[in-house]
């Protein structure tokens, strides 16, 4: 899994080098090839971000243990894309000196005011864009702790019935041990009750004969 992160990561590294170094071109140029380079640009942001769904996915197959790593260089991947979304939107409502007065000819003086305000209109409008991104990015975090805590909820729900099975046949052994020993018991109750009545019975035929003798002896000499 950390192999395809690190593939992810190469291609993620070229491709932002190359937006960096193209949104730096785009207040240079105007017309048909600065709207060509935008559209490159907006393609090419498009694939980060397929880039950046694909290690959110790597990361989540990650064993926990090792995930926080991978989290944290997945975060600053994040920052680094919103940032370039950023100078992206800024690029393409800013022109160079050169390109601005090629716009406005002669009439450049007169109408700096309207593209003031023109910038203004447009910097309010890239601010609510934003603050909408923010609430969707929160939004996504949200649901991605959500989705992280019913994993861990998951993961303990399975070492909670793996402790339940082995509490289960430690009962079973024990019950076993029960009947073990009750039956332990019996046999030795048993054998003390045999052992009691061989007493009883010797000491009986004990008495018996010794009744028997003195019996004897009395009768030989009363007969003399």
Known sequence: MSSDFETY?????????????????????????????????DKQLEEVRELLEQMDLEVREI???????????????KQEVEKLEKDF???RIAFSDEVRNELL??????????????????AHLLDNT?????????????????VETEQVGQEILAN???????????RERLRETDANLGKSSRILTGMLRRIIQNRILVFVLGGIILLTIILAIYLNLRSH
Do not use: C, W
């Open 9 to 41: 990561e190469q291609d993620f590294g070229t491709i932002t080098a190359e937006v960096t170094n193209k949104i730096g071109k785009i207040p240079k140029l105007s017309g048909e090839e600065k709207t060509q380079l935008v559209l490159n640009v």
């Open 63 to 77: 064993p926990i243990q090792s995930r926080a790593m991978y989290n944290s260089r997945l975060k600053s991947y």
């Open 105 to 122: 000819g002669d009439d450049a003086i007169s109408s700096e005011s309207q593209l003031i305000k023109l910038r203004e209109e447009r």
């Open 130 to 146: 934003e603050r909408l991104e923010r609430s969707s990015r929160r939004l996504e975090a949200g649901y991605q702790i959500a």
């Open 89 to 91: 939107k800024r690029s």
């Open 160 to 170: 909670l019935h793996t402790d339940r099975e082995k509490i289960q046949r430690a």
